[in-house]
Structure formats: structure tokens, C-alpha cells
């Protein structure tokens, strides 16, 4: 499991094996969890100083994670 704060099993344990089986059945599905996932280590490399961003950029990182993740839960909840 990855170090990385926010990942996809730990926002939503309960639905490890449905987040599987969209991935592996919804094209769409499968792109928001590529995108949640490259945005939410973005974030991570921000908030460690690894590679640091503006506030205001790391801001909006932080609201297309979130909203992304909210499209997620959607789909999971339709599921």
C-alpha cells in the first residue's frame, strides 16, 4: 500500500472490491481513478515539499481532487 494520504482504498474501504470492478468495466471510471490518482500525488509532493507550488496552486489541486473524488463516490454510489 502507498504512503500517499487520500488514496482511493482509504477514502473508501468499504468499496475496494467495487472500485475494482468498475475499473476493470468502466472506461470512464478507470480515467477518473487515473486522474484522482496523478492529482492526489501532486498534492502529496506539495504538502512534503518535494515539489513545492503557490498556495493558490495548491489550492486548486486540492478542489479538482475533491471534485473528482465526489464524481467518484457518485459512481460508486450508482454502482
Same mark, same amino acid.
Given at each position: 500500500?502507498? @504512503?500517499?494520504?487520500? $488514496?482511493?482504498? $482509504?477514502?473508501?474501504?468499504? =468499496? *475496494?472490491? =467495487?472500485?475494482?470492478?468498475?475499473?476493470?468495466? +468502466? %472506461?470512464?471510471?478507470?480515467?477518473?481513478?487515473?486522474?484522482?490518482? $496523478? *492529482? +492526489? &500525488? /501532486? *498534492? @502529496?509532493?506539495?504538502?512534503?515539499?518535494?515539489?513545492?507550488? $503557490?498556495?493558490?496552486?495548491?489550492?486548486?489541486? &486540492?478542489?479538482? &481532487?475533491? @471534485?473528482?473524488?465526489?464524481?467518484? /463516490?457518485?459512481?460508486?454510489? =450508482? %454502482?
Amino acid at each position: 500500500m502507498s @504512503h500517499t494520504p487520500h $488514496e482511493l482504498a $482509504e477514502e473508501f474501504p468499504d =468499496k *475496494v472490491e =467495487k472500485i475494482h470492478e468498475l475499473k476493470t468495466s +468502466n %472506461a470512464h471510471f478507470a480515467k477518473l481513478m487515473d486522474d484522482y490518482h $496523478e *492529482v +492526489n &500525488r /501532486a *498534492v @502529496h509532493r506539495a504538502e512534503t515539499g518535494i515539489e513545492p507550488k $503557490e498556495e493558490l496552486a495548491e489550492v486548486e489541486m &486540492r478542489k479538482k &481532487r475533491m @471534485h473528482l473524488k465526489d464524481e467518484i /463516490a457518485s459512481m460508486l454510489a =450508482k %454502482a
